[in-house]
């Protein structure tokens, strides 16, 4: 998630708790180092002696400790005793144990120092490695120590990942038009990379940010002048790119409150700039927190994103039955924009444990592990081209921790039982569903191996119990765990208790119980078409330079006032990303208008021009519904580069407004009964009415974090058959931040929408679809929170005011529905 956006929903969701939260960006996360061992605590020699070999010996050491030798006990993956003993202290001081493991998963604790480390032990893999299987690594942020780096990538090579995914911010290493600082402390992007270079692990490589120098405009998250940005990623690919198995244009950028007019136009530049490098390494675009549709989706359609991309990416943190439904939603949406076969990337996905502890509760862990193994199950059934589980290593975001690793950089259950997935299903095919099953499991997917090979099942409940088992219909050859232990079978039983379970079947038998029309496999087929179409590449991309746009920006539009869409002025920029000046012909299109050309402007090889329109938007534009004014380019010279669509909705009174909605509800908001105070500790509230006018007005002392979002009991629910949005008109009196509306605030199903109005004096009015509420941050599911408006039982309205006192009223607030 980016800093900026979850700040600000930090701020949102997380009013009324003991503190704010501060989470740090899955963009460019800041780094957790291993903390320096003290005299008494133990640190592995060489963290990658952490994956061995079942049944064989293998002997595990550490430094520090005290002195003599020290006692251990073993654990297994359902934290059940399997054994004791201790170690053997060398002459040089170090502790070392010598020992088989049996297969699966082990925790080795030593009561002395308190401190447990993971073992997994799985086979190494032999051979190419699955291109399915990947992995969410972040070694240049998270983990800057060079030993434990290189142990890291022995451990990925080990265990048969294909892919590392890797962040590389480009104002990092090019902080000036001519400084590259390729080697720079304490990231050390070069030495990182020619790590995995070493081991034969090729990367991911997430390509995101600018800098000063190429003209960034306040307010806004990209750069403005494109053409020496497209010379910088050219640079980049050159310098890096030999090492890449594919590049990734920036990351979430749906959660960066602006529209996708402004991305787009960077994924055609690094569109352009890695062409010009002339490496093979296909450019991964989208990089979505959520799903489609909706407005920011359509958006990326209009501009042009699939003509410039070789695959979309997207990012899920919702349990593993909600996978289907989110391939299917991306299949619908890249089907419409003539898409639907192009590959479908996985590139974050996981399930956190609580923040705090070295390492997760037991339960915790167990849950973890079992959803990244079974999303990827999914993922791979339902025709994803890539999985990449978020994160290797430990990480703290928030409330939650991400991590695949312990702090000490030994693996968790979750490791271990990735690995065992990549074990179990490289090389294989989803052929359908098995049938006939009881024990509450959820989901059965079965995979075809080569010829000879059995078939495998993997059948998940989502509910680790420890006596959990379920009857099959036939005959098993046998079964393992989630992390690849051998389970026992009896009377036709498989043991399910990690909820998570291998079962390898007789093709000839499995055939009779075999379900093939699923709507997964209907997902496999689309993700097996061929896609080889060549990625445009224009040398000419057109910007909105939307800081000239009297608007306020989100992610789904730019909001006009009636009196700005009069007399709009709409100013964009050509960028020649070529070698050769071009001519160019633009014209503006408003929706049901008359195309409006520009003057002819001749753009200057490696430079750009500027395009401008002051314009009667007002008829054009809707009170309710995003549409698009189109800015179209041509020139005599070289490919034609893509339109710029500039999503635009214009504010409209409230009569107008009514008159869309043919239900609508008033909630009671002068029942001052069902407001209750939510703000900052540091101030104090009053409710207030005026008639039918609810007021709240705020004191707070100092100028920094004023939030107030006060709480109002809906009592009757939504029905979202009838009712599909809030209908708000309100005003506040002086400057203020994150205007917002949040369902069910602090809650595991939190929604919020913020950047409703301005904060100006004036009345504004604002219809917010539920659908266009985000989920909060402290949901399990993250931004994959299901929609259930009939679950809200809480509104909370407000704002973060920029002066110690203020002021909200709210005329109206109302549930609406029907026609828009």
């Known amino acids: 998630m980016k800093p900026m956006t979850m700040a600000v929903i930090s701020a949102l969701l997380l009013a009324g708790c003991a503190g704010p939260e501060a989470p740090v960006a899955a963009r460019s996360p800041a780094a ?146 001519a400084t590259w600082t390729w080697d720079k402390a304490p990231r050390d992007f070069a030495a990182m990379r020619a790590t995995y270079a070493r081991h034969g692990m090729p990367l991911l490589e997430m390509l995101h940010g600018g800098a000063g120098h190429l003209g960034m405009a306040k307010g806004f998250p990209y750069p403005q002048d494109l053409a020496p940005l497209a010379q910088a990623w050219t640079a980049v690919a050159r310098h890096w790119g030999a090492g890449w198995g594919a590049a990734e244009a920036d990351n979430e950028p749906d959660l960066g409150g602006v529209p996708a007019e402004q991305y787009v136009a960077v994924v055609k530049t690094m569109s352009r700039a890695l ?70 990337w996985h590139s974050e996905c996981g ?28 993922s791979r059934a339902c025709g994803v081209a890539r999985y990449f589980p978020f994160v290797l290593v430990y990480y703290e975001e928030g409330r939650k921790n991400f991590g695949m690793m312990g702090r000490e950089a030994t693996p968790l259950r979750s490791m271990a039982a990735y690995v065992q997935c ?243 509800r008033a909630l009671p908001i002068a029942d001052l009964a069902r407001w209750s105070a939510n703000h900052a500790g540091h101030g104090s509230s009053r409710f207030a009415l005026d008639g039918g006018t609810w007021r709240v007005e705020d004191r707070f002392t100092g100028i920094a974090n004023n939030w107030d979002y006060p709480k109002f009991a809906l009592g009757e629910p939504i029905d979202p058959r009838r009712e599909s949005g809030f209908l708000i008109r309100a005003r506040i009196a002086k400057a203020a931040g994150n205007v917002a509306i949040m369902a069910n605030p602090n809650q595991p199903d939190s929604f919020w929408c913020s950047d409703l109005f301005p904060a100006d004096g004036a009345w504004h009015v604002v219809y917010v679809p539920f659908a266009e509420l985000k989920p909060g941050p402290n949901g399990a599911g993250m931004q994959n929170t299901r929609l259930d408006p009939a679950a809200w039982t809480v509104l909370a309205l407000g704002m973060s005011s920029r002066s110690e006192e203020n002021s909200l009223e709210v005329s109206h607030l109302l549930v609406v529905g029907g026609a828009e």
């Not at 349990?319 to 989110?326: L, Y």
């Open 32 to 177: 957790a180092p291993v903390p320096a061992a003290t005299a008494a605590a133990l640190v592995p020699v060489d963290h990658a002696m952490c994956f061995v070999e079942p049944g064989q010996s293998a002997t595990l050491r550490w430094r520090g400790g005290q002195a003599g030798a020290l006692a251990y006990t073993l654990r297994g993956f359902a934290g059940e005793e399997s054994g004791t003993g201790s170690t053997v202290q060398a002459a040089d001081g170090t502790h070392a144990i010598t020992r088989s493991f049996a297969r699966g998963y082990h925790e080795i604790t030593f009561p002395a120092s308190g401190q447990t480390f993971g073992v997994v032990a799985l086979e190494a893999r032999r051979g190419p490695a699955d291109p399915f299987f990947a992995i969410d690594a972040a070694l240049s942020w998270l983990d800057t120590d060079p030993a434990r780096r290189d142990a890291l990538v022995r451990v990925l090579a080990r265990s048969g990942i294909a892919l590392a995914r890797e962040r590389m911010g480009l104002g990092a290493v090019h902080p000036a038009p």
């Open 275 to 344: 062409a010009e490098a002339g490496g093979a390494a296909p450019l991964v675009t989208g990089v979505f927190a959520h799903l489609p549709p909706g407005p920011y989706f359509d958006a990326c359609t209009a501009n042009g994103l699939f003509a410039d991309s070789d695959a979309i990416s997207f990012h899920s943190y919702d349990r593993a039955p909600a996978v289907e439904a989110a391939v299917a939603r991306y299949r619908t949406w890249m089907e419409a924009g003539g898409a639907a076969a192009m590959p479908l």
């Open 351 to 378: 399930w956190p444990w609580v923040n705090g502890p070295g390492r997760p509760p037991l339960d915790q862990d167990r849950l973890s592990a079992i959803e990244i193994a079974a999303k990827a199950v999914e």
């Open 422 to 664: 990549v074990d179990a299903l490289a090389g294989r095919r989803y052929c359908g569903d098995l049938q006939g099953l009881d024990g509450g499991v959820a989901l059965a997917r079965v995979f075809a191996g080569g010829e000879g090979q059995p078939w495998l099942a993997v059948l998940y409940t989502g509910a680790p119990a420890p006596d959990a088992a379920v009857r099959l219909p036939l005959p098993a050859l046998r079964a393992a765990g989630a992390d690849g232990r051998a389970l026992a079978l009896a009377d036709g039983r498989v043991p399910l208790a990690d909820g998570l379970a291998y079962v390898w079947l007789d093709p000839t038998t499995a055939a009779a119980h075999l379900r093939r029309d699923t709507p997964a496999a209907r997902l496999l087929a689309l993700g097996e078409q061929p896609w080889r179409r060549t990625r445009l590449a224009a040398p000419l991309v057109l910007q909105l330079q939307a800081q000239h746009l009297p608007a306020r920006a989100s992610a789904r539009r730019y909001l006009l006032s009636e009196e700005a869409a009069r007399a709009l002025p709409i100013r964009a920029r050509v960028h020649n990303l070529a070698d050769i000046p071009a001519s160019v012909t633009a014209e503006l299109t408003l929706p049901g208008a008359a195309s409006q050309p520009a003057a002819p402007v001749l753009v200057p090889a490696r430079g750009s021009a500027e395009l401008a329109w002051t314009v009667d938007a007002s008829a054009a534009l809707d009170i309710a519904a995003t549409r698009l004014a189109v800015v179209s380019a041509r020139s005599a010279e070289g490919a034609q580069p893509t339109p710029l669509a500039i999503p635009l909705m214009m504010e409209g009174p409230l009569g107008r407004h009514l008159a869309r909605h043919p239900h609508r």
